[in-house]
């Protein structure tokens, strides 16, 4: 039973977190997902990859309802990371106050606050904070569903697998051993409610589904979209890459979790020893679930992947530090240290100064020598709209027509092109850390001059207009 004293709790601890995330908000996209995300807001098309399959289409449509009060679409997906971000912070409390004691929940929240993986997640425009907060909002309506076994809590948690699909669709599949759990324990009409809960998932799931598919063109582009997704990522999984595929991805989901994770994976770790879990059979059914699917169903990528049980081994480790309390001030000591906020300002700054100076070209076309996640043609499609500009590689999940294999931008719409329309100036856009050498399969960059450490300028382009450029 919840109280006033643990609701004055929750609300601070959000108010907590926030405070520590509005300053550190990202202004500009900082990933090639977060880019999409950010012109779907206003130009909704999975066939465009606005954004990739499967669809994310509510946190999309999220975005769009806050960008209609904040009048940025970039800003507003930030906001919902911010909000998100701090309002998992009371969810871990409320799910270790009612898994555990008020002394976890609070921990717990304390450790999802300075987590450096959730803090960076909670400043981006990106879908996994979100993705997290509902994910955990589900486990708790589990949790606590699993002592009445009522009908509505089978019509919440239909409700939530419906809202979880339609931010992002992969969680749900890992979610699936959770809520046959959750089911199990029910005393009375189990399977009736089970099968209540999922017509409603369906039911609700469609309501997303239809107009997100309508907004794509159509079921058969909609699928082929993923099918060309699944195609390209199948090398990733243990399913189209063997062994080696579901190594890197354990690799991954550990490197990322320890990321996540700081000093507190030591005390997941003592506690093992110890002995001194009281764990539940959901809480481990929730980590395993996400962790399969991370490693051995699907794949991981990028950090974000596991922000969907990263907050289950948190609260482990704060069942742990619920013991020594104290050590829970030097866990979140260091992970205030780790909290990469240089990261995001310098991304920013580069991205900030690589437009400034193409803009000293107005009659310019800039050319991106590939897909680079962090730097690329989607990132300066938002920040530099009024340029032409062309990605030199082919994107093989895109939907484009066989004469035309190369992603264009024109007035800040993306199109497909099957050559290069030149002019007498051409800009190269060269990611951080890379180098101009990334152009000369597609051009002679000999007469290439260095104006920053990212952009680089061609002038008198007749040479360069006869280079071939690779659709493949």
Not at 216 to 232: K, M, N, P, Q, W
Not at 349 to 362: D, G, K, N, S, V
Not at 402 to 427: A, C, H, I, Q, Y
């Amino acid at each position: 039973m919840t109280n006033p004293r643990d609701r004055l709790l929750a609300a601070g601890l959000f108010v907590a977190a926030l405070a520590l995330r509005v300053p550190f908000r990202s202004a500009l996209p900082y990933h090639w997902d977060a880019a999409e995300f950010t012109i779907a807001v206003t130009d909704y098309n999975v066939a465009l990859s606005q954004p990739h399959a499967p669809g994310y289409f509510l946190y999309v449509m999220l975005g769009r309802l806050v960008h209609r009060f904040v009048g940025d679409p970039h800003a507003s997906l930030v906001w919902v990371s911010v909000v998100a971000g701090s309002a998992l912070v009371s969810v871990m409390f409320w799910l270790g106050r009612a898994m555990f004691d008020r002394r976890t929940g609070v921990i717990a929240a304390l450790l999802a606050m300075t987590s450096p993986l959730l803090w960076f997640h909670s400043e981006v425009a990106l879908s996994y904070i979100v993705d997290g907060l509902l994910v955990c909002v589900t486990v708790l309506t589990c949790w606590r569903a699993t002592r009445r076994g009522a009908w509505g809590d089978a019509v919440l948690i239909g409700a939530l697998l419906a809202l979880v699909g339609g931010v992002r669709q992969q969680s749900v599949i890992a979610l699936g051993p959770v809520v046959l759990y959750t089911f199990w324990k029910f005393e009375r009409d189990r399977w009736a409610k089970l099968t209540g809960a999922a017509a409603i998932a369906v039911a609700l799931g469609l309501a997303w589904f239809i107009p997100m598919v309508t907004l794509t063109g159509g079921l058969d582009s909609y699928l082929e979209v993923v099918r060309r997704h699944t195609a390209f990522n199948a090398p990733a999984t243990w399913a189209g890459g063997g062994f080696a595929a579901l190594k890197q991805n354990v690799l991954l989901v550990v490197v990322f979790c320890a990321q996540g994770l700081m000093l507190a994976g030591i005390a997941i770790i003592a506690a093992l020893v110890l002995r001194v879990y009281r764990g539940t059979a959901m809480l481990a059914t929730w980590v395993i679930s996400m962790f399969l699917l991370a490693t051995v169903v699907g794949f991981t990528k990028q950090p974000g992947y596991i922000l969907n049980f990263l907050p289950g081994l948190l609260l482990l480790a704060a069942v742990a530090l619920a013991r020594w309390p104290w050590v829970t001030a030097i866990v979140c000591a260091v992970n205030i240290v780790a909290f990469p906020a240089r990261e995001i300002r310098e991304h920013d700054r580069q991205l900030r100064e690589a437009a400034a100076l193409i803009r000293t070209q107005p009659a310019a076309i800039v050319c991106h020598a590939g897909e680079y996640l962090n730097f690329g043609l989607r990132q300066f499609q938002v920040v530099l709209p009024e340029y032409r500009q062309y990605q030199l590689t082919r994107d093989p999940t895109m939907l484009t027509p066989p004469d035309k294999p190369l992603m264009s931008v024109r007035n800040g719409r993306l199109e497909f092109v099957g050559r290069v329309d030149w002019t007498d100036t051409v800009m190269l856009v060269v990611p951080p850390g890379a180098s101009l050498k990334i152009f000369e399969p597609h051009l002679d960059v000999r007469a290439a001059e260095r104006l920053s450490e990212t952009v680089y300028r061609i002038r008198n382009t007749n040479s360069v207009a006869a280079t071939r450029v690779s659709g493949e």
